[in-house]
């Protein structure tokens, strides 16, 4: 094991892991033997696993397979002070408890001052990426709640002009007898595939714009059909909801009105 008289002398040498042996030692006992680290020839004192590691600072990033002295890896970087170190906890449970024995021990080191240190825990990054992403929700269904209201008005628009245009076609309608819901639902029923043609462009839009920018990013391309689901009904609310009005107005046309227009 790594203990303080390595850590004060700078000395080379290093804990291992089982990946290492098996790499570099083909089963045979590392203890004793050298391994070269960037040149520099580290003598290995023993062995560790990677579930159950200690506070010793390691020169690789993510999981660790060399452990050596912090002091010794301050030195092959020319490093003269360390700036962070990182607490890795068995349990989660233990992170609030963790934080502040650390707290209090870099208070301790640093008599008491105040903003000489920080202390990042996971729940607080997860706090901070859940604030985070609700932000970008809002602020995404807020737009997308702009770009229906004004693809609603649009289509309403639409509605209109056509029942203007179609007065005739709707004097005669109800004169050949054609009631006022089998107006309005004709008119319905148009608004609404309207909307859907519209739902549809959107989602087959959006699937190829998911597609090209997976291809680039080099990330999988997953189709959500929730999301799929999720459009095509508010593609029909929309239509129904905004072509409600145009529907209403066609329905209480006087058809004597509607003829004299020919």
Same mark, same amino acid.
């Given at each position: 094991m790594?203990?303080?008289i390595?850590?004060?002398?700078?000395?080379?040498?290093c =804990? *291992?892991?089982?990946e290492? *042996?098996? /790499?570099?030692?083909?089963? $045979?006992?590392?203890?004793?033997?050298h391994? @070269? *680290?960037?040149?520099i020839p580290? =003598? $290995?004192?023993?062995?560790?696993?990677?579930?159950n590691?200690?506070?010793i600072?390691?020169?690789?990033?993510?999981?660790?397979s060399?452990?050596i002295? @912090?002091?010794t890896?301050? +030195?092959m970087?020319? $490093?003269n002070?360390?700036?962070? %170190?990182?607490?890795?906890?068995?349990?989660?449970a233990?992170s609030?408890?963790? /934080? &502040?024995a650390?707290?209090?021990?870099?208070?301790a080191?640093?008599?008491?001052e105040e903003?000489?240190?920080?202390?990042?825990?996971?729940d607080?990054?997860?706090d901070?990426?859940?604030?985070m992403m609700?932000?970008?929700?809002? =602020?995404?269904?807020?737009?997308? /709640?702009?770009?229906?209201?004004?693809g609603?008005?649009?289509?309403?628009?639409?509605?209109?002009?056509t029942?203007?245009e179609?007065?005739?076609?709707?004097? #005669? +309608? +109800?004169?050949?007898g054609?009631?006022?819901?089998q107006i309005?639902?004709? %008119?319905?029923?148009?608004? %609404? =595939?309207?909307?859907?043609?519209?739902?549809?462009a959107?989602?087959?839009l959006?699937?190829? #714009?998911?597609l090209?920018l /997976?291809?680039?990013?080099g990330?999988a391309?997953?189709i959500?059909?929730?999301?799929i689901v999720?459009g095509?009904?508010?593609? &029909?609310?929309i239509?129904? $909801?905004?072509?409600?009005?145009?529907?209403?107005k066609?329905?209480k046309?006087?058809?004597?009105?509607?003829l004299?227009?020919?």
């Amino acid at each position: 094991m790594l203990n303080f008289i390595d850590e004060n002398n700078m000395s080379y040498v290093c =804990l *291992i892991d089982s990946e290492m *042996i098996e /790499s570099f030692f083909y089963g $045979v006992d590392p203890v004793d033997q050298h391994l @070269y *680290i960037n040149g520099i020839p580290f =003598l $290995v004192v023993g062995t560790f696993s990677t579930e159950n590691t200690e506070s010793i600072a390691s020169i690789f990033s993510g999981s660790p397979s060399i452990l050596i002295p @912090y002091t010794t890896a301050m +030195k092959m970087n020319n $490093v003269n002070e360390v700036t962070s %170190f990182t607490v890795y906890m068995a349990d989660d449970a233990t992170s609030a408890e963790t /934080s &502040a024995a650390v707290e209090e021990a870099m208070d301790a080191m640093f008599s008491y001052e105040e903003d000489c240190f920080t202390i990042t825990t996971m729940d607080a990054i997860e706090d901070t990426m859940e604030t985070m992403m609700g932000m970008m929700t809002t =602020l995404l269904a807020g737009i997308a /709640s702009i770009a229906l209201l004004v693809g609603g008005i649009g289509i309403m628009n639409m509605m209109l002009t056509t029942v203007t245009e179609r007065t005739v076609e709707i004097g #005669l +309608k +109800k004169a050949l007898g054609a009631r006022q819901w089998q107006i309005q639902l004709q %008119f319905l029923i148009e608004s %609404f =595939l309207l909307s859907l043609i519209g739902g549809i462009a959107g989602i087959l839009l959006g699937l190829g #714009l998911s597609l090209i920018l /997976s291809n680039v990013m080099g990330t999988a391309f997953r189709i959500s059909t929730d999301a799929i689901v999720l459009g095509f009904g508010f593609s &029909a609310l929309i239509g129904i $909801v905004f072509g409600w009005a145009p529907a209403r107005k066609a329905s209480k046309l006087n058809p004597i009105d509607a003829l004299r227009s020919m």
